[in-house]
């Protein structure tokens, strides 16, 4: 049995230790706004926080997760940055198929949660590895500046 604090709640989940995070999050707890990308790690669909850092779900087993490691998935999502970066989506209309944006705004709320004034190149740093199909990279990059504009206020 692995111990877990998802979204701020305990859970345990008999799985096995290799059993990537994105499995045990969607098909063990029913989570499924943190999303099956491409199951290397190269396109961030699967983005969650733990312990505020972005990690790539698809690619963590659930048994490296040290004990007491809080996981946030999409669901979880809440704080000053969180709902800046969702008013900034929402006001940009930053969406257009959305399979990728529960990982795009998972990277961008770690962004803006530790730098409230990023320049291009941090936003390219913080947001590599989140792929957009459709390429909604200047709205995503807009966006981002609004939400940290909003954490400045």
């Known amino acids: 049995m692995i111990r877990l604090?998802?979204?701020?709640?305990?859970?345990?989940?008999?799985?096995p230790e290799d059993m990537p995070l994105l499995w045990v999050v969607r098909d063990e707890l029913g989570m499924t706004g943190t999303k099956f990308g491409c199951g290397v790690g190269q396109c961030g669909a699967c983005t969650v926080h733990v312990d505020g850092a972005p990690v790539?779900?698809?690619?963590?087993?659930?048994?490296?997760?040290?004990?007491?490691?809080r996981v946030t998935t999409i669901e979880g999502i809440s704080g000053k940055a969180a709902e800046a970066v969702q008013a900034a989506w929402r006001k940009l209309d930053v969406v257009q198929c959305g399979y990728c944006q529960s990982g795009q705004i998972m990277s961008a709320i770690a962004?803006?949660?530790?730098?409230?004034?990023?320049?291009?190149?941090?936003?390219?740093?913080a947001m590599d590895g989140n792929v957009c199909r459709c390429a909604t990279y200047q709205r995503i990059r807009a966006a981002i500046k609004d939400a940290a504009q909003t954490?400045?206020?």
Do not use: F, K, Y
């Open 5 to 15: 604090t998802i979204n701020g709640q305990e859970r345990a989940v008999d799985v």
């Open 151 to 153: 954490m400045r206020a």
């Open 56 to 69: 790539r779900a698809c690619q963590t087993p659930v048994g490296t997760l040290a004990a007491g490691s």
């Open 111 to 125: 962004l803006v949660a530790g730098n409230r004034n990023p320049s291009d190149a941090d936003i390219d740093a």
